[in-house]
């Protein structure tokens, strides 16, 4: 009887043969486009990730216990990662971005080593730490800009007397889902060191260029881009005008060489926002990682509000509508992938 109810319904009986068959040519790892052909081409860009913000208050107080928990040996690195709450237990902000917060006590070294993903750090609060990258230590000072690009060796530590702690932020789920991952760990806990303190910031990004052939590279040499060089240039945007309606007045991180973004997977900007500033509604596919740097406000995301003050991350995901308020005059920090997505020809942006 339930036989011949089934043949009598033919939506019922092609539901069925259809399930047969997918079943049949799963058998030989195939399977039918046309049942996910709509996930795949969407209209616009979809994402599982979603805003959120992190109060360095909150994840300051929680960094510290971890020191009680873990030394900097055991863990290698002492980061806690901020995981974007759309997309729980992948270690990753969004699609193409780490971020983490690292904590390097007083005393304390980063072991040298070396990986294939490419990683900038934002100094958030502490003083007398370094970061060595290439033979270059870099002292880090409130909203440095360092930059360890792919495979270059580098190590951190802390000779100073209080807790350090910076953003950390890493093109490793890019790398990852090339899968092309390689790291390296040295014998040598800290690298020989044989330049100065803001030398390579001195010898390319200060107008002059070392005479002769320069190797062109897709990475800037620059090691650290300080804050205290980079806020007075967004003063003089401010004070002649050039304020953007959307982004405040700002600068972009650049390959002094040839002007190209800092690294090929990640670009990075600066930006003020005068007091008062409210500024106009914004997208782009690059997901975005803020920091704030000096100030107050509040950023609109995809309608939600989120308050942020100094030191405060936040991350607005791909063509999310956002819009920036600035209760007092404010420093935002700004980092995605858009040298990438611009390399393939697909980045966009929106209102
Ligand atoms: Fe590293």
New binding site residues.
């Given amino acids: 009887m339930a036989v011949a109810t089934a043949q009598a319904d033919p939506k019922h009986n092609i539901k069925n043969a259809r399930a047969a068959y997918y079943d049949k040519i799963g058998k030989y790892h195939l399977t039918p486009l046309w049942e996910v052909l709509k996930g795949l081409v969407t209209p616009e860009p979809k994402t599982q990730m979603v805003p959120a913000l992190w109060k360095f208050d909150d994840v300051e107080k929680l960094m510290i216990e971890a020191g009680d928990v873990i030394t900097a040996e055991e863990a290698e ?1 002492r980061v806690l990662v901020l995981e974007n709450p759309g997309d729980p237990g992948k270690s990753r902000v969004t699609n193409s971005l780490f971020a983490g917060i690292q904590l390097i006590m007083p005393g304390e070294i980063a072991d040298a ?3 294939v993903a490419s ?1 900038i750090r934002f100094m958030l609060k502490g003083r007398g730490a370094y970061t060595a990258v290439e033979g270059e230590k870099s002292s880090m000072e409130h909203g440095d800009f360092i930059i ?1 690009a792919n495979w270059a060796p ?1 190590d951190h530590g802390n000779p100073g007397k209080e807790p350090v702690m910076w953003l950390d932020v890493l093109d490793m789920p890019t790398i990852n889902h090339f899968q092309a991952s390689f790291s390296n760990h040295f014998d040598e806990k800290m690298q020989n060191v044989n330049h100065e303190d803001g030398d390579s910031f001195e010898r390319y990004a200060t107008g002059v260029l070392p005479d002769g052939d320069l190797a062109v590279s897709n990475r800037t040499p620059v090691i650290n881009y300080p804050y205290a060089k980079m806020k007075p240039i967004l003063a003089r945007l401010k004070k002649t005008g050039d304020i953007d309606k959307r982004h405040g007045a700002r600068v972009r991180y650049a390959n002094p060489v040839n002007g190209g973004p800092v690294l090929p997977t990640m670009g990075a900007w600066l930006a003020l926002l005068p007091k008062g500033f409210k500024g106009e509604p914004y997208r782009s596919t690059d997901g975005t990682v803020f920091a704030c740097a000096e100030g107050r406000g509040t950023t609109v995301i995809d309608g939600k509000s989120f308050d942020w003050k100094v030191n405060d991350v936040f991350v607005v995901p791909p063509w999310k509508r956002y819009q920036h308020n600035a209760a007092e005059e404010s420093v935002l920090f700004s980092i995605s992938d858009r040298p990438a997505q611009e390399a393939l020809g697909i980045w966009r942006e929106g209102n």
Avoid: P
Wanted: hydrophobic share 15%; proline share 0%; aromatic share 0%.
């Fill in positions: 690195r080593h070396q990986h990683a360890t580098h």
